[in-house]
Structure formats: structure tokens, C-alpha cells
């Protein structure tokens, strides 16, 4: 049956606490430092740093393609056992130790720092899989959107507080500072480890399990309940449409994401208080977009809800690129003179609230679409639209700035974002979720 009443506070509080806990991973090695101190002090290949930006996208796309692997036999096979917790628990320890292993890595090391980053970023990114799983188990179908709105919001909470630390304490990104910086790893990578208590402590396994299989068998059964479901994809054409929707808005999104800290130092030029402030600007927008827009979709519908984060996307794309060229509109239009990395935070406003919002929806949506007892199968299925994406989006970019350079190849975003808006309009979102309902009602035993 589905759940007519809210799960416990504290277990939605503890389910929430793990996106408080992994958005410190996610912020300091991915987005803020550790991106900018691989491609200009370890790889530092300036003035342009293309082989340093290369480096990365490769990195990053070959660790979202382990998941893209990974995530649905696993997602599978933890519905069979009913061992989603264990999972979790897996993926948040592989996370947090080799995290902290970026520690030991030198200026020169390529080799060693990418394939720690590969390691580190399927970890996180597999888990990101298998906590939202757990989404369906905490509410009506109606409540997912603020559910995952709070837990999101709360994310970039943990984000701007394990970030605003690290800036602090750490310093600047540079070959002067490398010996205070390289604790960037350790640090988050003990943020992850404590933040993430409560989930564990609090959050619930529900359903009943399966009898003990071999470790064989369980992949068998994982592969033949995914083989299922792909038999049986037709009868879930909203949640398919909605799929091929999340793999352009992925794609943008996981651009953004690895390259917007990258394209402020070398593109805009910005000052280091300029990036400590644009940091904070984006996660605040982030948080807000993600709790406001999560309340919205209760009212307003998922489907609706997503398609006005995405026009939120093509806004923010557009003042991204278009910076110096504002710059100048300004200062001739109206005699503003300010310098294009003030301006480019304007962009950064833009982008942190579709950043939260967008996520946060597709996330919620996918819950709404997915039946009973295959919570981990389905959301191992948006892992790997998400992370099919990722890789998509990385070498995509790489090759694009490879050849124009950072700032024209940022453009490429607006073209993705653009065909999630195409691809998720054939959605009817109260037929999808009633399709969930009856394969649940089907599959019950």
C-alpha cells in the first residue's frame, strides 16, 4: 500500500541529514577547490590549463560511468533483499576514506589524483542513488516535492557551512598554500562521516526480506528484475519520457557543477573574495530554490514545477555567457561600472536557484512515478539517466573547450537544457502515478 501519513520528523529529519552530509563532498572536491586546485596546481598547465580541464571532465565522466553501471542491478537487488541501508552504508564509507586519501596526492601526481577521484566520486554519486530510494517510504505521493525540497535546501545548508569552514581555515587555492589546502580531502571527508550519524541512527528499512541468496545469485536476480522492467518499460512511458528529460537536465546540471568555480578563475578573472562570495550566493539561492520550489510542486504539480526550473536554467545559461557582454551593456546603457566578476554574480543568483529547484524536482517526480518494492530498482534507473548524463556532459564540454575554450563552450548548456523542456512535455503526471499504482497492485504478493 502507499503511505497515507508522513513518515516519523525524525526519520525525515535523518533522511535529510545524509544530503546535509554529501553536499560537503560535493562542494569542496568537485565544485569550490578541489577542481580548481587539480587543474591549476596539480595538473597547472596555464595559461589556458586545457590538458588540467581535460583531466577532470575524463575523471569525473569515468567515475559517473561506474555508476551508470552499477546503479540499477544494485538498486535491483537491494529491493530483492530489502538491504538498502546496508548499501548506503557501503557507499558512505568508500566515500568518506578515500576522500580523505586526496590528502596524500602531489603537484604532478595526474595518475594517482585521478583515479582517487574517480573512486571518491562514485562513491558519493552511487549513494546519491541509494538514499533518495528511501524517498517514497516518507510520505504521500503529493508531500515528496517539499520532502525533497527540505532535504536538498538543507544539502546546500551543509555545503555552505562545510565550504565557508574550509575557505576560512584553508586559504587560497595555490602552489604557495598547497601544504594548508591538500587538508581539503581529510576535512571533508570527515564532514561526510559525522553529519551523516543520523541517518543511519534514525532512518527506517522497510518492507519484508527476502530469503539469503549467494552473492552470485543476487546479481543473477539483480539483472533479471532489471531485464524485467525494461520487458515491461512501455507501461511506464511517463517515467521513461521523464528519464530522457533528466539526461539533458543532468547533463547542464553536472556541468555547472564541475566547471562554473573553474570558468569564474579562468574565464571571468575573479578576485578571491569575489569567489568566497559567489560560493556563498549559491548555496543560499540553492537552499531557497530548493525549499520554495518543493513547496510550489505540492501545489502546483511535479511536472509543472520541473518545466519552470528548466526556463529558470536557460535564464541563468544565457547571464552566465553573456557576462562580458553585459558588462558592457551596462556601463554603456545606464553608466554602471562595475567589473564583470560583480556582474557574473548576478549569473551565480540565477544559477544557484535553479541548481536546488531542479534537482530537487526531478528527484520528487521520480518518486511520484515509482511503484511499490521498486523504489531502489527505479531510483538506480534516474542514478543512471543522471550519471549517463554526467559522463555525456563532461566530455562533451572537455572536447567543446578542448577546441573554442571555456568561455564560448559553456553555450552547450543552453542546448540541453533546452531539449529537457522538449523531452518532458509528452509527461501526464497523474497517469504516471497511477500507473505505479496498479504495477504495484499487480506485482503485491
Known amino acids: 500500500m502507499s503511505h497515507s501519513e508522513l513518515a516519523p520528523k525524525k526519520e525525515i529529519f535523518g533522511w535529510a541529514m545524509f544530503d546535509f552530509a554529501n553536499q560537503g563532498y560535493t562542494l569542496l572536491i568537485i565544485t569550490v577547490i578541489y577542481g580548481d586546485l587539480f ?18 571532465s575524463v575523471a569525473l565522466a569515468a567515475s559517473y560511468l561506474l555508476v551508470v553501471v552499477a546503479n540499477p542491478i544494485c538498486g ?54 541509494f538514499i533518495a530510494s528511501f524517498l517514497p517510504d516518507l510520505g504521500p505521493r503529493k508531500a515528496l516535492g517539499w520532502i525533497s525540497g527540505l532535504g536538498w535546501g538543507l544539502g546546500y545548508i551543509g555545503g555552505l557551512v562545510a565550504a565557508i569552514f574550509a575557505l576560512l581555515f584553508l586559504g587560497d587555492v595555490s602552489a604557495a598554500n598547497y601544504e594548508t589546502i591538500r587538508w581539503v580531502g581529510p576535512f571533508a571527508g570527515a564532514f561526510f562521516l559525522i553529519a551523516a550519524i543520523p541517518t543511519f541512527l534514525w532512518l527506517k528499512e522497510r518492507h519484508a526480506t527476502m530469503p539469503p541468496v549467494s552473492q552470485t545469485g543476487l546479481v543473477r536476480i539483480g539483472l533479471r528484475r532489471v531485464a524485467t522492467t525494461w520487458r515491461e518499460v512501455h507501461h511506464f512511458r511517463d517515467l521513461r519520457a521523464l528519464l530522457v528529460s533528466v ?65 529558470l536554467w536557460l ?44 534537482q530537487s524536482a526531478t528527484r520528487a517526480l521520480v518518486g511520484v512515478l515509482t511503484p511499490r518494492g521498486k ?17 555525456f556532459g563532461m566530455l562533451g564540454l572537455g572536447a567543446l573547450q578542448w577546441g573554442l575554450g571555456l568561455a564560448d563552450a559553456i553555450v552547450f548548456c543552453l542546448v540541453l537544457f533546452a531539449m529537457a523542456i522538449v523531452t518532458v512535455l509528452p509527461v501526464n503526471e497523474s497517469r504516471g502515478a497511477e500507473a505505479a499504482e496498479q504495477w504495484r497492485d499487480a506485482a503485491a504478493p
Open 315 to 358: 535564464v541563468a545559461i544565457l547571464a552566465i555567457w553573456q557576462t562580458p557582454a553585459l558588462t558592457e551593456a551596462m556601463r554603456a546603457g545606464f553608466g554602471v561600472d562595475w567589473e564583470a566578476q560583480y556582474v557574473f554574480l548576478v549569473a551565480g543568483v540565477l544559477a544557484g536557484a535553479s541548481l536546488g529547484s531542479s
Open 247 to 311: 539526461f539533458f537536465t543532468m547533463s547542464g546540471v553536472y556541468i555547472i557543477i564541475a566547471f562554473s568555480f573553474i570558468y569564474g578563475a579562468q574565464v571571468i578573472g575573479w578576485d578571491e573574495d569575489v569567489r568566497v562570495l559567489m560560493f556563498i550566493i549559491v548555496q543560499i539561492t540553492a537552499a531557497l530554490g530548493a525549499v520554495g520550489f518543493g513547496w510550489l510542486q505540492s501545489r502546483l504539480g511535479a511536472r509543472t514545477t520541473y518545466l519552470m526550473t528548466l526556463v
Open 76 to 129: 535491483a537487488i537491494m529491493d530483492y533483499t530489502q538491504s538498502r541501508k546496508r548499501f548506503l552504508f557501503g557507499s558512505y564509507v568508500l566515500t568518506v576514506i578515500s576522500t580523505a586519501l586526496l590528502y596524500f596526492i602531489e603537484p604532478g601526481w595526474h595518475t594517482a589524483a585521478v583515479l582517487l577521484i574517480i573512486l571518491s566520486n562514485f562513491a558519493y554519486s552511487i549513494g546519491e542513488g
Open 39 to 56: 587543474t591549476r596546481v596539480i595538473v597547472g598547465d596555464a595559461p589556458d590549463y586545457r590538458l588540467g580541464n581535460l583531466l577532470w
Open 375 to 391: 523504489e531502489g530498482e527505479f531510483f538506480g534507473l534516474w542514478g543512471m539517466a543522471s550519471k549517463l548524463a554526467a559522463v
